[in-house]
């Protein structure tokens, strides 16, 4: 197995690369769509809310794969034709948006309305004491569940090799087709997933804790 | 002497519920009016229609020659009056509500450098002088967990003052704080009415009341019952109900 290993680890090192890229591209993109889509949820006008909570619900309601086959195949017959890298990012971003959307939208409602009141009874606008205020103590009460969404997209990268992108469980599977070697070329995919998340997990508490020690409530 | 609050007409529910029923109150400048009433006849709803932090029904209120008008049906106050209003008028919440992830010095320069546009030199210069005149200047980098409740309370005040509102409102300001500690904030909010500050402020604390008020206002189930001055109000109540409830809460 580790001499198999060996002649495999420039495919796998591709593959891991990619992975990982795919996990930090579209975790960025999930953030900031999150963030956006939380902000136009509690939006007091109606024609921002009602259409982010459609839309939030349209993802939550129907498979990452379907999302994945449509932006890549359903787009292009649409004017929009992506790369698979740019279809697996939108994709990935997008879901995780929504889920993330609703993270956000708890933890800003966590932030007490006393918290609100103060600052604007101080003549700070509504945007000031979101960005000076409630996002920076939202934050804070965030970070579990984000960084457990963060593990998990990490593991649903797997579902873009579906659209050729050549990450780790496409190199897995190129690598079996190649040598009908499933047992070792699997298992070995499976220990590199572990490994990269079970660590992840464990950042994730650690920043949980850190910030835990660190954040200042009453 | 220059009215700088005029509240006429107010009316305010929440859903079918009546909370004040046409309010009408005038405070002067350097005035400080003492709110007194039952748990729920409405005190708060009225101070914080002051700053509009309550939309009013109908009515107006014009604070420092600024109006606040009730919002069209369903839309809110329009948020730019409405921050030109709070600029001038300064608010301490019985819970504090300090911002708990900014230290002592930046809860009370925050507002000073985002509102006002205050450089950091300026902000921090007058946030020490106040703190200073709190008697938290000690303190200055701490967290507000690390504070008591009345210096909490104290901090809130200074960070209110940073502003320097024309009109300071207190929504039971003791009223979160051990025993212990109602004295410390008192003292801090004796001085002000000292120096000429105009103050609206909802207490429980009856004995202060009659030491700072100019006058008190009896408030019951939404309705000024009951105008004075503080001998007025508190030894010779007109009417029935005043009595009663001056009789409940100054047993004990
Ligand atoms: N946001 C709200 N929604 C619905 N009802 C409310 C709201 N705020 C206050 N009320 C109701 O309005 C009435 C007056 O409340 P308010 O807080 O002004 O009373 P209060 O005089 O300050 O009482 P307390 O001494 O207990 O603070 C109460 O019956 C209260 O339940
Ligand atoms: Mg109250």
């Not at chain 1, 997209?153 to 797997?158: G, Q, R, S, V, Y």
């Not at chain 1, 997933?193 to 997990?201: D, Q």
């Not at chain 2, 519920?17 to 005038?26: C, K």
């Not at chain 2, 120096?195 to 009659?210: K, L, Q, S, Y």
Request: with cysteine; hydrophobic share 45%.
């Amino acid at each position: 197995m580790f001499a198999d290993l060996k002649a495999w680890s420039p495919e796998l090192l591709t593959g891991i690369r990619l992975t990982v890229g795919m996990t930090f591209g579209s975790m960025a993109i999930a953030l900031a769509l999150g963030l956006a889509l939380a902000l136009g949820r509690i939006s007091l006008n109606a024609w921002i809310r009602t259409p982010v909570i459609a839309f939030v619900e349209l993802i939550r309601g129907s498979p990452l794969l379907l999302q994945l086959f449509y932006i890549y195949y359903v787009l292009p017959a649409l004017g929009l034709r992506l790369t698979p890298i740019q279809a697996g990012l939108l994709g990935l971003g997008v879901n995780y948006a929504a889920y993330l959307s609703e993270v956000f939208r708890a933890g800003i409602a966590a932030v007490g309305s006393g918290q609100r009141e103060a600052s604007e009874s101080l003549g700070m606008s509504p945007s000031q004491t979101m960005r000076h205020i409630i996002l920076p103590q939202a934050w804070r009460i965030v970070i579990p569940p984000t960084g457990n969404y963060f593990i998990s997209l990490f593991k649903d990268t797997a579902l873009v090799s579906t659209i050729s992108i050549a990450e780790l469980m496409f190199q897995g599977q190129l690598i079996a087709s190649d040598t009908f070697r499933y047992t070792e070329i699997y298992s070995i995919i499976f220990v590199i997933y572990v490994a990269i998340s079970v660590p992840a997990s464990a950042g994730v508490r650690w920043l949980e804790r850190y910030f835990n020690r660190s954040g200042q409530r009453r | 002497m220059a009215n700088i609050i005029e509240m006429t007409g107010l009316n305010k529910a929440f859903d079918a519920f009546q909370v004040l029923h046409d309010v009408n109150l005038s405070i002067a400048k350097g005035e400080v009016v003492v709110i007194i009433g039952a748990s729920g006849s409405g005190k708060s709803t009225l101070i914080r229609c002051i700053n509009g932090l309550e939309q009013l029904d109908s009515g107006a209120i014009e604070v420092d020659g600024l109006t606040l008008l009730p919002a069209a049906k369903g839309r809110r106050q329009a948020s730019g009056a409405l921050q030109d209003i709070r600029r001038e008028v300064g608010m301490v919440f019985q819970q504090f509500n300090l911002f708990p992830h900014k230290t002592v010095l930046e809860n009370v320069t925050l507002a000073p450098i985002k509102v006002r546009k205050w450089d950091q030199a300026k902000a921090e210069t007058t946030a020490r002088r106040l703190l200073e005149r709190v008697g938290l200047v000690d303190h200055i980098q701490k967290y507000p967990s690390q504070l008591s409740g009345g210096q909490q309370q104290r901090v809130a005040i200074a960070r209110s003052l940073a502003m320097e509102p024309r009109v300071m409102l207190f929504d039971e300001p003791t009223s979160a704080l051990d025993p212990e500690m109602v004295g410390e904030v008192l003292e801090v909010m004796r001085g002000l009415a000292r120096e000429g500050m105009t103050m609206v402020i909802v207490t429980h604390e009856m004995g202060f009341a009659r030491e700072v008020a100019d006058r008190v206002v009896y408030i019951d189930q939404g309705r000024i019952l009951e105008v004075g001055t503080a001998a007025e109000i508190f030894d010779a109540p007109r009417e029935e109900r005043t009595k009663l409830f001056l009789s409940r809460v100054l047993k004990h």
